[in-house]
Nanobody, 116 residues
């Protein structure tokens, strides 16, 4: 079993910053890609950012230039630095870890609320 736990969400004013963390633990042999998704009220879950095991990154157009994804392979942890936050960034942020034989593991989510 692999457990995934997000942290770092909260309430912030527009223009502010937050840093999300996501730690994977348990029966891990290898971690491949690590991703962040988000889901706003009444909307479908959407892709935010991805980082491969080799460090290649990609972002949704809506966050490009404002969010930065990084990872600490020694700690099986992925981060999402969110700067210049907007009210439209308000959502529950979910971490997805692709590990071992390619199975995806989801965290429980962390709430980010950006006030105007």
């Amino acid at each position: 079993q692999v457990q995934v736990v997000e942290s770092g969400g909260g309430l912030v004013q527009a223009g502010g910053s937050l840093r999300l963390s996501c730690a994977a633990s348990g029966s891990i042999f290898s971690i491949h890609t690590m991703l962040w998704y988000r889901q706003a009220p009444g909307k479908q879950r959407e892709f935010v950012a991805v980082i491969t095991s080799g460090g290649t990154t990609n972002y949704a157009d809506s966050v490009k230039g404002r969010f930065t994804i990084s990872r600490d392979n020694a700690k099986n942890t992925v981060f999402l630095q969110m700067d210049r936050l907007k009210p439209d960034d308000t959502a529950v942020y979910y971490c997805n870890v692709v590990a071992n034989a390619g199975s995806p593991y989801w965290g429980q989510g962390t709430q980010v609320t950006v006030s105007s």
